[in-house]
């Protein structure tokens, strides 16, 4: 049914947002009276979470508001502007009020728009940005995944370099994926992104796409208090634990973990293997605190937040994120954490049970660099320096 939904507002989209305009100028001019006229910079982050990006950059970009539209099932965040709506029917119906009422009002009291996902306050995105930069607006995109993934690039590549990637297993879920259509519409996205947005952030290899500007790797943010450093849980290795929470089952290779580990067991190892899924980040983090070492996603080529989380934790981890392929992560990760492709996942954890050392070594490496480079101080000393170095800032 989401699916439907969303081929509906697709075909649609530009007619509704036709009907959404009127609102948008109505709001603009209204709250225009009382129009913030300083030149002090302040920033509108949002609007559609995906993995707490919008709440953490609120922490880094000062001041700013922050707006979600969606709600993460995982995380108990708090915004400034959010809708709480479980119906989808209804929420659709607020949204294609609120969203443009908001817009207007939130252009008068601010400078630049930091967009996260593919969405906007319209419908139509194209036409929000047009707004935008009429009014002499600051644009950001910052893309975080299948936003702006091509799957038919990503498809092709794997073929041509001979492996397996994650968008091969996308027709399991939903055919539309691999659809002419579906692939037009991140054309749409990557041209209107080229067109009006004054910055491009995105991982150029893990989210192949049609973008023609140039793209920043965006780092990414967690909170240094959550940081939970545990030399003690290495002094026993009687029984290791291991631990896998995939969000997404098929292209994480949650089937190729599950192999393993059985494989592992038949061969004697005393292991205690944890696999979470539809599990509250808070539960998440309590779990990684004990284990030992974290099996993550191996088809992409970006840590992801759970891979951050995990290292964050003292874990050791495994996954397939490379910098030589996603040369826009820092270039000093050797040995953060033991890269792992799927047809080496077996080999590299037998070799950490077989070599106990070893897994309190990529633990300690990781955690020193995740703290170097993914709090929310070292997140936002890049990001201004990208900021500062396109004279956004």
Request: aromatic share 20%; charged share 20%; glycine share 4%.
């Given at each position: 049914m989401?699916?439907?939904?969303?081929?509906?507002?697709?075909?649609?989209?530009?007619?509704?947002t036709?009907?959404?305009?009127?609102?948008?100028?109505?709001?603009?001019?209204?709250?225009?009276?009382?129009?913030?006229?300083?030149?002090?910079?302040?920033?509108?982050?949002?609007?559609?979470?995906?993995?707490?990006?919008?709440?953490?950059?609120?922490?880094i970009?000062?001041?700013?508001?922050?707006?979600s539209?969606?709600k993460?099932?995982?995380?108990?965040l708090?915004?400034?502007?959010?809708?709480?709506?479980?119906?989808?029917?209804?929420?659709?119906?607020?949204?294609?009020?609120?969203?443009?009422?908001?817009?207007?009002?939130?252009?008068?009291?601010?400078?630049?728009?930091?967009?996260?996902?593919?969405?906007?306050?319209?419908?139509?995105?194209?036409?929000?940005?047009?707004?935008?930069?009429k009014?002499?607006?600051?644009?950001?995109?910052m893309?975080?995944?299948?936003d702006?993934?091509?799957?038919?690039?990503?498809?092709?590549?794997?073929k041509?370099?001979?492996?397996?990637?994650?968008?091969n297993?996308?027709?399991?879920?939903?055919e539309?994926m691999?659809s002419?259509?579906?692939d037009?519409?991140?054309?749409?996205?990557a041209?209107?992104?080229?067109k009006?947005a004054?910055?491009?952030?995105?991982?150029?290899?893990?989210?192949?796409?049609?973008l023609?500007?140039k793209?920043?790797?965006?780092?990414?943010?967690?909170?240094?208090?959550?940081?939970?450093?545990n030399?003690?849980?290495?002094?026993?290795?009687?029984?290791?634990?291991i631990?896998?929470?995939?969000?997404?089952?098929?292209?994480?290779?949650?089937p190729?973990?599950?192999?393993?580990?059985?494989?592992?067991?038949?061969d004697?190892?005393?292991i205690?293997?944890?696999?979470?899924?539809?599990?509250?980040?808070e539960?998440?983090?309590?779990h990684?605190?004990?284990?030992h070492?974290v099996l993550?996603?191996?088809?992409?080529?970006?840590?992801g937040?759970?891979?951050?989380?995990?290292?964050?934790?003292?874990?050791?981890v495994?996954?397939?994120a490379?910098?030589?392929?996603?040369?826009?992560?820092?270039?000093?990760?050797?040995?953060?954490?033991?890269i792992?492709r799927?047809?080496?996942?077996?080999?590299?954890l037998?070799?950490?049970?077989?070599?106990?050392?070893?897994?309190?070594?990529?633990?300690?490496?990781?955690?020193?660099?995740?703290?170097?480079?993914?709090t929310?101080?070292?997140?936002g000393?890049?990001?201004?320096?990208v900021l500062?170095?396109?004279?956004?800032?």
């Open positions: 989401l699916v439907l939904i969303k081929r509906f507002l697709n075909f649609f989209k530009t007619p509704i036709l009907l959404q305009l009127p609102i948008l100028y109505i709001s603009y001019y209204f709250f225009k009276i009382n129009k913030n006229n300083e030149t002090k910079i302040s920033w509108v982050i949002g609007v559609d979470e995906i993995a707490s990006n919008i709440f953490f950059l609120k922490q970009l000062k001041p700013s508001t922050n707006v539209f969606s993460n099932k995982y995380y108990n708090k915004y400034d502007y959010n809708i709480n709506i479980e119906n989808i029917y209804l929420k659709f119906l607020f949204r294609f009020f609120y969203g443009p009422l908001l817009l207007g009002y939130l252009i008068n009291k601010n400078t630049h728009f930091w967009y996260i996902w593919h969405s906007g306050f319209l419908l139509n995105r194209d036409f929000e940005f047009k707004f935008l930069k009014k002499k607006i600051i644009i950001i995109c893309f975080v995944g299948d702006i993934r091509s799957i038919k690039l990503t498809n092709k590549y794997g041509e370099n001979k492996i397996d990637v994650n968008t297993y996308y027709t399991l879920e939903n539309y691999l002419n259509s579906y037009l519409d991140k054309k749409k996205i041209v209107s992104a080229d009006y004054d910055i491009v952030f995105s991982h150029k290899k893990c989210q192949m796409s049609y023609q500007s793209q920043y790797s965006w780092p990414y943010m967690f909170d240094k208090n959550k940081f939970f450093r030399n003690k849980k290495f002094e026993n290795f009687n029984r290791i634990k631990l896998h929470a995939p969000s997404s089952p098929l292209f994480k290779g949650t190729l973990v599950r192999a393993v580990i059985k494989k592992l067991e038949i004697g190892y005393n205690e293997y944890t696999e979470l899924q539809d599990t509250k980040n539960i998440v983090l309590e990684l605190k004990s284990t070492i993550n996603q191996f088809y992409c080529f970006t840590p937040l759970f891979g951050i989380e995990a290292m964050a934790n003292h874990c050791a495994l996954m397939s490379d910098s030589k392929i996603e040369q826009g992560l820092p270039q000093n990760c050797k040995d953060a954490w033991m792992t799927y047809w080496e996942l077996y080999s590299n037998k070799y950490l049970l077989d070599n106990t050392s070893m897994i309190k070594y990529y633990a300690d490496n990781g955690y020193d660099f995740a703290y170097k480079h993914y929310y101080e070292a997140a000393e890049f990001m201004r320096g500062a170095e396109n004279k956004i800032i």
